[in-house]
C-alpha cells in the first residue's frame, strides 16, 4: 500500500529565512506526488504537483526517486506561507499527516 | 460554480444519534471522497467513490456509511455517533481524466463534535 510519512509536525521558522518540509513515500510503481496546503480555517487546496514541475508561490519540490522523497521547499518564508501542509500520493490520494508551519515576523 | 459544497457546516450530536452529511458538487466530476482530519493524524480516508452508484471503503470506514445515487452528491452517514468521530470532515472531487492530473478539490468542511 502507499504510504507517506511526513516526519516533523510543526516547523517555526523567522520571515526571511528557508523552509523546507520533508515528505517521503512508499509506493509501487511510478509515483503521482502532490503538496496540499490548508491557510487557516480554509479549504485544502493544491499547491504543487511533481509532474508540473513549476513552482507556486515560490515554492518548489523536486520528485527524487532514489530517496523516495518530494520535500518541499521556499528560500525565504512569509508570513503569508504559515500554514497546514500535506504531502500526498496518487491515485487514492494518501495523505501525510501534515506539517504545520509557522513564520514568525 | 459553486464547486464542492458541504452541508451542514456545524454539528454537534449527542452519542448514539444519527445524521447525514452532504457533498455535492457541480464540475461533473466521476469521483467523490470523504476524509475526516485530526489533530497529528492528517486527512484520513473514510470512503470513496468511483462513479455514481458506487461506493468503496477507504483507510478507516468503521462507523460510517456512505451513498453515491446521483453524480453530484456524495452522502455521509453516522448510524450511532460516537465520541471518537468528533472531527472535521472533508469531502472532495476529481474528474476521471488524464493520470498525470489527479488534483482533488475539497469541500469547506464540516466540523461535528459527539458528546
Known amino acids: 500500500a502507499q504510504r507517506v510519512t511526513q516526519p516533523e509536525k510543526l516547523l517555526s521558522v523567522f520571515k526571511g529565512a528557508p523552509v523546507e518540509l520533508k515528505c517521503n513515500y512508499s509506493?509501487?510503481?511510478?509515483?503521482?506526488l502532490f503538496w496540499y496546503v490548508q491557510y487557516s480555517r480554509q479549504r485544502l487546496q493544491l499547491l504543487l504537483r511533481h509532474i508540473s514541475r513549476e513552482s507556486i508561490k515560490g515554492f518548489t519540490a523536486d520528485l527524487n526517486k532514489g530517496e523516495t522523497s518530494f520535500h518541499l521547499k521556499k528560500p525565504f518564508a512569509q508570513e503569508e506561507d504559515s500554514a497546514m501542509y500535506y504531502c500526498a500520493a496518487c491515485g487514492r490520494l494518501a495523505f501525510g499527516k501534515g506539517n504545520q508551519v509557522v513564520v514568525i515576523p | 460554480n459553486a464547486g464542492v459544497t458541504q452541508t451542514p457546516k456545524f454539528r454537534v450530536l449527542k452519542t448514539g444519534q444519527s445524521m447525514t452529511l452532504l457533498c455535492a458538487q457541480d464540475?461533473?466530476?466521476?469521483?467523490m471522497y470523504w476524509y475526516r482530519q485530526d489533530p497529528g493524524m492528517g486527512l484520513r480516508l473514510i470512503h470513496y467513490s468511483v462513479g455514481e452508484g458506487t461506493t468503496a471503503k477507504g483507510e478507516v470506514p468503521d462507523g460510517y456509511n456512505v451513498s453515491r445515487l446521483k453524480k453530484q452528491n456524495f452522502l455521509l452517514g453516522l448510524e450511532s455517533a460516537a465520541p471518537s468521530q468528533t472531527s472535521v470532515y472533508f469531502c472532495?472531487?476529481?474528474?476521471?481524466?488524464?493520470?498525470?492530473?489527479?488534483?482533488?478539490?475539497f469541500g469547506p468542511g464540516t466540523r461535528l463534535t459527539v458528546l
Open positions: 509506493y509501487s510503481g511510478s509515483p503521482e
Open positions: 472532495a472531487s476529481r474528474p476521471l481524466i488524464d493520470v498525470s492530473y489527479q488534483e482533488q478539490f
Open positions: 464540475m461533473n466530476h466521476e469521483y
